[in-house]
């Protein structure tokens, strides 16, 4: 499935990707503050994108004008996601290159796949996180209307064999539908 916004195209990754990934992923600002280490060769991100952004709903970011990806978007379902047990409930997933950041892409990508996840997909609720001093992804959330839930202390971050602060927060299908409403007004 290929999605669209005004700026972005959303679609299935390609093993042709692993040269862009690997140029924003190995950036050091990029993976540890979302919990992953930092690419360290395209060997790798080639394998990224085969074994781990191969799964059902989860895409490439790129703008329209290149289609070149700069960024992964993702809902997580099923043993994907530890925020949830239920079949109408999932998680979001994100990260973009740093060259990227401030422009408003994630909150415009996040909108669209959270569009998907509740009117395509079914889904009922969304669940999203970010680690404590991740503020550019609070950010995204508080613009997608999530809500937040709780915190927690100590939290396993295996990918960097570190514990950390976890915020959780969620977005209902009722949230989002009163959301959209009052931003169009």
């Given at each position: 499935m290929i999605l669209k916004t005004e700026r972005l195209i959303l679609r299935p990754w390609?093993?042709?990707d692993a040269e862009d990934l690997f140029k924003y992923a190995s950036n050091p600002k990029v993976g540890p503050i979302a919990g992953w280490p930092p690419h360290k060769n395209m060997e790798e991100s080639l394998n990224v994108i085969r074994n781990v952004f191969s799964v059902p709903e989860c895409y490439a970011?790129?703008?329209?004008?290149d289609n070149k990806a700069i960024g992964c978007i993702a809902l997580?379902?099923?043993?994907a996601t530890d925020m949830t047990d239920a079949e109408d409930e999932c998680e979001l997933g994100y990260w973009i290159?740093?060259?990227f950041w401030g422009q408003g892409l994630?909150?415009?990508?996040?909108r669209e796949l959270i569009r998907h996840?509740?009117?395509?997909?079914?889904m009922k609720t969304i669940w999203c996180g970010y680690y404590d001093g991740n503020e550019k992804s609070k950010r995204v959330q508080e613009k997608?209307?999530?809500v937040y839930l709780h915190t927690i202390e100590g939290l396993e971050v295996p990918l960097l064999g570190e514990t950390r602060t976890?915020?959780?927060?969620?977005?209902?299908k009722e949230r989002w539908l009163l959301y959209n409403r009052s931003q169009k007004d």
């Open positions: 390609e093993e042709r970011v790129c703008l329209k004008e997580k379902m099923g043993e290159g740093e060259p994630i909150p415009e990508a996040a996840g509740f009117e395509d997909l079914g997608c209307g999530f976890g915020h959780t927060n969620y977005l209902t």
